[in-house]
Every structure is written in C-alpha cells, then in structure tokens.
C-alpha cells in the first residue's frame, strides 16, 4: 500500500523531503503558505538552489507522486502522515524558538486529519512542543498521535544527506507510530541505515543537542586557529594529527570566518533557552556563540592587518558571501558581519558569489557592490578576501588575478589555497590559523601585530 504524505512547509526542509520521499515511492502533498513560491514548485521552478534538486524535483512531478497545495485543508484529508516542516527562526527580543508558524500550522489542519493520522514534527523544536502539538490538535480530534522525526540534512548536500543519513531518529509514544515511521522510510532502513526509538522528548533533544555540540566544536576549532597562529603552528597540522583520533573524528574541523546559516546560531540559542527554564546551566554552550562573535571580529582584524592597518579607501573583492558552499542561502552568513564592519571604516567592497548575491543584497551596505563578473572582481583591488569556498574559486586564473590587482594581497578565510603557491605567485597571503606569508608579491608588508 502507498503512503499518504502531507508535508507542511516548502523550505529548505519541507521541499528536500517531499522531493527525496515522493522518490523512494511515497505519495506527497507539500503544502505551503506561500501562494507564489507554491505557484513556481507547481510549474516546476524551484525557488533556492540545491545541488540535485532540480533533477529529482523533475522525476517526482513526472511519476504524479509529488504534488503542491497552498489550502491545507484538502492535503492532509487523505494523509496517513503529515510532517510539519515550516520555520522555527529565533524569536525577537527573548531568544526562544518561535513557534508560532509551527502552531499556525497545528491549528490549520486539526479539523481536516484523518482520525487516525500521525502528526510529526520535522521542524526543530524545543522539548515539549510535540506535546503542545498533540494537546492543540486533541481539541479536534481527542485520540490525536503525535510523533518527532527532526531532520539533519545540511544545506548544499541535502538530497545526499536525506537519501544517506546517518540515522533516522524516530520519538514516539507506541509501536504502532514506530512502525508507521519504519514504513515511511522503508527504502532507507532495509538498505541499513541505523535507526533510534526513543521518546518523544529524547528525539526533540537529540536534535538540539547535536546541533549545540557542533557549533561547539566550531567555536572551539576558531579558538584553536588563533592560538595555531600565535604560537607558529599550522592548524591544517594540528588537526590532521587530532583527526586520526576516533573519539574526535576528521569531520568538521575545516577553519572558516565562524559558523553560520539558518540553524546552527538559532539552535544554540534555543538549546540554552531550554536549559535556563528548566533551571540546567550550561556553561559551555553559553559562550560559544560568543566566541563565533570574536573569531568574526578577528577576521575583521586580520583583513585590516593584511591591508596594513586601515582599510580606508581600499578596495576589497570578496569571493563568496553564502555561509557556505553550495547553497543560496544567506541567512546569518558570516559574510554578513564581516562585510559591514569593513565598509563602516571606509572600504569599498566588491562582491561575487556564484548563487547567493541576490539573497545578499537587501542584506548588505550599499558600500558593497554586487559583482557578477569573476573575470574582472579583483582589478585594482588592494585586497581580496575569500569568504565561501565554492569549489569553482579554486580554478581562478591566480597569476592573472595577482598582476591585475593593486596590492596582490590575499586574505583566505577558508584555506582554500595553498600558502607556498600563492607567495610563489606573487601574494601577501594570510589564511586561518596559517603563519601568514607577508613577503610576497606587490604587498605592504604588515606588522605582525595588526595581523593577530
Ligand atoms: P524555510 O524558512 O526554508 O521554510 C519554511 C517554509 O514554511 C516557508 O516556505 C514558509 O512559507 C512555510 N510556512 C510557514 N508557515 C506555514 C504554514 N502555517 N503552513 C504552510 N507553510 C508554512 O525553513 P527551513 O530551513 O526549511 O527549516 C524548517 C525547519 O527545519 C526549521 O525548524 C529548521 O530548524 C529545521 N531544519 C532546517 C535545516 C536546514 O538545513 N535548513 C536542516 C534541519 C532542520
Ligand atoms: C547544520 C547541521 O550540520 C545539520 O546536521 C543540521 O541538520 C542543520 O544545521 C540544521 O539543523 O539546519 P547547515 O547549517 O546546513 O547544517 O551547514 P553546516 O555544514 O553544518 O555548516 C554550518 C556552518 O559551519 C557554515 O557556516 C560552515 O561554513 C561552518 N563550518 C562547517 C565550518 O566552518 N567548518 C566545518 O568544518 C564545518
């Protein structure tokens, strides 16, 4: 028998898994408020990009497994399960998740599910919305099930990420929603991905846990490049050797000008806001966002040090400026913490990025000009700047980008490049948690000081 999906939402989240779950053979309606965005998914326009969404969004709408609705009173009518997978973005002025389009959503389709259809929570959420879920949709229906499925795709590799997961984490009351969410993901787990049963409340803090704990060790790995750097170490060094340590494991550890994007800031945020009602300190993750705010404000330094000491009147080309490589999305991109401060002091910037400078935009001083052509980004500039490592930033004509520049002076923020080869080229180069190499090429020279 086919299950009947609803998959309220059509974000980064909701559309990935109506696409990946009409594919492994599911029937799917993905809602969501937003007429015009429902609109272009219905004509088969996607509106953000996502590497190998636009081949299987394609294959789903042919097959007539996936299909888009704004009234969700209709999509759910049929639904065996409705994932619920709109925004939790972090509340003004307090910090808390906001849920109100989490319970908008709860309230839209109460009167419309079947009575013995299974609402879950794909969203984050805090511990006990799930439960706030169920008491609001018991008005309409009293024997209403609930469940928690949070989702861990990263953006750029959320098709790969939904398709491979690590593990499918599954917070339920009983079997019988245990074995519902098994069906679901049927294809996935005979294939061998591990599973979790747990509460309802345990998968709610899985996933804030997971997400407060790699920021952790971002934060940390920031830390680390500021002391690899004081103290004539090599961070590419020090963590291959941390690496080969199980317990610490080679992922996670590429340096970058600090954390971004949609989830991890908000989910820090939350985690701690959870803690603090429930009386629990949690001293470790209170300053880890505060140590992603300093490790920007150092890059910001370093910038300022590679330009020798003012970047007033300077022009600077940024490469890059989504929160990282393979996305469009702009939300809490470093880039936008960064950017302003040197435009503040009088820089004046440039900027390309492959997907992302529309999303940029409307986020950004005017001081910073949009600069579709990579040919010409770094032309007199005294300075360029790697913001996101997009993997075409590597092919750059760098000996013609050095000879064209006004100060062949590059600040890497990802270590995209190798140092020996860009001080060979002619550059002043200062990447992450690297000894900066400031005797190449046209450059000023910085004191050691203004770089740190
Ligand atoms: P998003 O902002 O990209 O999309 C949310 C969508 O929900 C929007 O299209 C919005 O119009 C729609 N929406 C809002 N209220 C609605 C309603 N009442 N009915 C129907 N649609 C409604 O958000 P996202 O990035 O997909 O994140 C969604 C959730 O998934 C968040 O809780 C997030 O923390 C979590 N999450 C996100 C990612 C990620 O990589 N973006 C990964 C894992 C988990
Ligand atoms: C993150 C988690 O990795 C996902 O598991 C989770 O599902 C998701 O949040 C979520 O809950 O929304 P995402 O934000 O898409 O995914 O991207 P990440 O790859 O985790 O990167 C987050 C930030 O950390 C980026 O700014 C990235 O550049 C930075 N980063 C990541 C590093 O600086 N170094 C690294 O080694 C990894």
Same mark, same amino acid.
């Given at each position: ?30 809602? /969501? ?10 004509? %088969? ?8 969404? *636009? ?22 009518? /049929?639904?065996?399960? $409705? ?35 299974? $609402? ?37 590799? &959320? ?52 997400? +407060? ?20 170490? /090599?961070?590419?060094? $020090? ?10 494991? &080679? ?23 959870? +803690? ?35 970047? =007033? ?6 490469? %890059?400026?989504?929160?990282? =490589? ?13 950017? *302003?401060?040197?435009? /503040? ?10 997907? %992302?400078?529309?999303? +940029?935009? *409307?986020?950004?001083? @005017?001081?910073?000009?949009?600069? *579709? ?73 910085? @004191?050691?000081?203004?770089? =740190?």
């Amino acid at each position: 028998m086919t299950i009947k999906i609803c998959i309220i939402g059509a974000g980064y989240v909701g559309l990935v898994s109506a696409t990946c779950l009409a594919e492994l053979g599911a029937s799917v309606t993905c809602v /969501d408020v937003d007429a015009a965005k429902i609109a272009r998914l219905s004509r %088969g326009e996607l509106p953000i990009y996502e590497p190998r969404l *636009p081949d299987l969004l394609d294959r789903a709408r042919a097959s007539g497994r996936l299909r888009f609705a704004i009234d969700p009173a209709e999509a759910v009518r /049929d639904a065996d399960v $409705v994932f619920i997978a709109v925004g939790t973005p972090t509340r003004r002025g307090d910090g808390h998740a906001d849920l109100s389009h989490v319970l908008a959503a709860a309230r839209q389709i109460a009167p419309h599910l079947r009575p013995d259809a299974l $609402v879950v929570t794909k969203s984050t959420v805090p511990v006990g919305t799930t439960r706030q879920l169920q008491r609001l949709l018991a008005a309409s229906n009293p024997g209403a099930r609930v469940a928690s499925n949070p989702e861990f795709l990263r953006e750029g590799s &959320a098709v790969h990420d939904f398709m491979h997961p690590d593990r499918i984490v599954f917070g339920v009351d009983c079997a019988r929603d245990e074995r519902l969410l098994h069906a679901v993901y049927a294809p996935l787990v005979t294939r061998g991905t591990r599973t979790v049963t747990a509460s309802i409340e345990t998968a709610e803090l899985i996933k804030y846990a997971s997400n +407060a704990f790699l920021a952790t060790k971002l934060s940390f790995l920031s830390e680390l490049t500021e002391l690899s750097e004081a103290t004539g170490a /090599d961070i590419d060094g $020090v963590t291959a050797g941390m690496a080969l340590d199980p317990r610490i494991g &080679a992922q996670y550890l590429a340096p970058g000008p600090g954390f971004g994007g949609s989830c991890l800031p908000k989910d820090v945020k939350g985690y701690l806001r959870t +803690a603090q009602q429930h009386g629990v300190s949690c001293r470790v993750v209170e300053t880890v966002m505060e140590a992603n705010a300093a490790h920007q404000a150092r890059m910001v330094r370093k910038i300022r040090g590679a330009l020798g000491g003012s970047e =007033a009147g300077k022009t600077i080309a940024v490469l %890059g400026l989504t929160f990282k =490589a393979d996305t469009d999305d702009m939300r809490y991109a470093p880039a936008l913490a960064i950017l *302003p401060s040197l435009a /503040d002091r009088g820089a004046h910037l440039r900027a390309h990025d492959p997907q %992302g400078m529309r999303e +940029a935009r *409307p986020w950004l001083p @005017p001081e910073v000009t949009m600069w *579709p052509e990579l040919d010409t980004l770094c032309d007199d500039a005294d300075c360029v700047v790697v913001m996101t490592e997009w993997p075409q930033y590597r092919h750059l004509d760098l000996a013609r980008i050095a000879t064209r520049m006004n100060r062949a002076v590059m600040v890497d923020l990802r270590n995209l490049f190798d140092p020996a080869r860009m001080s060979d080229l002619g550059f002043a180069y200062h990447g992450v948690g690297r000894q900066s190499r400031p005797h190449g090429g046209k450059s000023l020279a910085a @004191p050691r000081a203004a770089l =740190a």
